[in-house]
């Protein structure tokens, strides 16, 4: 390897289907060795029932990927790196959470759970909690004081205690067992420091905040009562929770050294706090005020930030101090699907081809889409033109509403699959749309938007629509592996190596790749189809006739 002497760091990033890891040089932000695996048993879709939104993962399943691909970039980059590597730091979905026993143990990891998928992790888009979310909710709107205030004012099917509630009602056995719960990202910094009781394990701020309604103005998580009130099972619980939150710049402690040996990693090695894989993409991202991340794969995180003591912003998904930046507050929104629709209008046409023609499934799978943007790309905007709603996987903002699904209006016997296409990328650009509308209506200034994922790499097309609808430049960080960079930015901190994440971002970050300016004669043409979007909204809840 070129370099021999510099600190260097890790970043590893748990996607919704895959881990990423990377070895960072923390002097310029190069990435000098990096490993990709994806989950093998979610990669069959184990313990997963879409047609009852019913997304679960199993732990072995993080530790098998992080330990394989950690590897994988020690043997890559060579001991006189890794003798250098001082931090290590980790980003997860969420919500993701797990229930856990008195030793913090997921109760998927113990023998008689092992295949049960209540006792994993639930995934973030999983939304088979929607009735219990409209429980907390109601429940919240008289309560005193309302716990959802600062989330938006709608608690999500999408978190944490709506889950809980849900799995501790439709499964007796796991709730006779369950001892406290656990998100992704902090399980990741018990796991790798030892420190598992529910009890004594180090709690992310961001993850809290964003996801279970802890604040500071009420000194934590929703009190003993409130949460006895929805369920005892939940007031017992909160006696093995927590009131203390950490931001990602907090060291949690070292590596057991056990695990050290094993992965060929450093005795010493700092293990920082987790957080949300869309906040440390935002800092990846090179995010600062003014400034929309847009974290665009499978679904959508935006992220802003800004100076503390704002007001409160209605139907978002948070706003938490430091929960990106610390000393700032971190905004968080989002769309439930936006390449997910691109993945499922892709099996739909693929159907044919997978049961007559099995051979050709992977060349085409690669392709197909890639062959109808160059096709859409010919296409001509007109009043015409199919109108779609972009709530596949219901709608998370503005205003969250898990049971909300997508619609396709306008077809005829002329509609083609470019045409259906285009409708999609536009549905997706108009939700969010939506998004910014509702951060400027509230005061938040937005001048431009830096995109990373995989939407942002790979589509031009989705760009360039995106840009003209939105009104506003787009630049896209050139680096794949974004969030996992803001992991080891985070990390950098946490080894003593940079003094504060903005320092980090400065002497890290990724260069700008493509650059995306909107249209202005598209602009004004998709300012009238948003308004019919609108409107076909507002008729699909059923708030116009």
């Not at 004081?145 to 205690?161: I, K, L, N």
């Not at 001509?380 to 997508?406: C, I, M």
């Not at 990328?425 to 990373?452: H, L, M, N, Q």
């Amino acid at each position: 390897m070129k370099k021999q002497c510099n600190e260097f760091v890790i970043g590893a990033d748990f996607g919704t289907d895959s881990c990423r890891a990377i070895i960072v040089d923390a002097s310029d932000g190069d990435i000098v060795a990096q490993s990709s695996h994806d989950y093998p048993r979610w990669g069959k879709r184990l313990y997963c029932d879409s047609q009852k939104d019913l997304y679960r993962q199993h732990p072995a399943d993080y530790i098998e990927t992080f330990e394989l691909a950690i590897k994988d970039i020690v043997a890559d980059a060579g001991s006189e790196i890794v003798k250098h590597i001082s931090g290590i730091s980790f980003d997860t979905t969420a919500s993701t959470p797990v229930l856990v026993d008195s030793k913090g143990t997921p109760l998927s990891l113990l023998p008689e759970f092992s295949e049960d998928p209540d006792a994993m992790f639930i995934l973030w888009k999983d939304h088979t909690a929607f009735k219990e979310a409209e429980e907390i909710n109601a429940l919240c709107k008289n309560w005193n004081p309302d716990y959802s205030f600062f989330s938006g004012g709608t608690y999500s099917a999408e978190w944490v205690w709506s889950k809980v509630l849900h799995v501790l009602r439709s499964n007796g056995a796991v709730a006779a067992v369950a001892y406290s719960w656990i998100e992704h990202c902090d399980w990741m910094t018990a796991w790798m420091t030892g420190r598992t009781k529910p009890e004594d394990a180090i709690r992310s701020r961001c993850a809290a905040g964003h996801k279970a309604m802890w604040n500071m103005e009420w000194d934590g998580l929703p009190s003993e009562q409130f949460l006895s009130k929805l369920d005892s099972r939940l007031g017992t619980m909160a006696k093995h929770l927590f009131k203390k939150t950490y931001t990602s710049d907090y060291c949690a402690g070292t590596i057991r050294p056990e695990l050290a040996e094993s992965l060929g990693l450093p005795f010493s090695l700092k293990v920082g706090i987790g957080a949300i894989d869309a906040h440390f993409g935002a800092v990846g991202a090179s995010i600062s005020e003014g400034t929309l991340a847009r974290i665009m794969g499978t679904s959508t995180c935006d992220i802003l930030i800004g100076p503390k003591g704002k007001s409160r912003i209605r139907g978002i998904c948070g706003q938490v101090d430091g929960s990106v930046i610390p000393g700032l507050t971190g905004y968080e929104a989002g769309q439930s699907a936006f390449g997910d629709i691109y993945a499922w209008f892709r099996s739909v046409l693929l159907w044919s081809v997978e049961k007559y023609f099995p051979e050709k499934e992977p060349d085409i799978k690669n392709r197909i889409l890639q062959d109808i943007e160059k096709e859409v790309e010919c296409l001509v905007n007109s009043p015409t033109d199919l109108l779609a709603l972009d709530w596949f996987n219901g709608r998370r903002t503005p205003d969250a509403n898990p049971e909300l699904k997508g619609a396709i209006l306008g077809l005829s016997l002329g509609t083609t699959v470019p045409m259906l296409y285009k409708s999609l990328v536009e549905a997706t650009a108009f939700g969010s749309k939506a998004i910014v509308d509702r951060f400027i209506s509230e005061g938040i200034r937005i001048d431009t938007v830096s995109a990373v994922g995989g939407i942002s790499q790979k589509s031009p097309l989705v760009m360039q629509i995106l840009s003209n609808v939105l009104g506003m430049p787009i630049k896209v960080i050139d680096c794949p592996q974004a969030c996992a960079l803001g992991a080891a930015m985070f990390a950098s901190v946490v080894a003593g190596i940079h003094p504060t994440v903005q320092y980090a971002q400065k002497m890290m970050c990724a260069p700008t790749g493509s650059r995306y300016i909107p249209s202005k004669e598209s602009h004004l043409a998709y300012m009238e189809a948003y308004e019919k979007y609108r409107k076909f909204g507002l008729f699909e809840e059923g708030m116009i006739p």
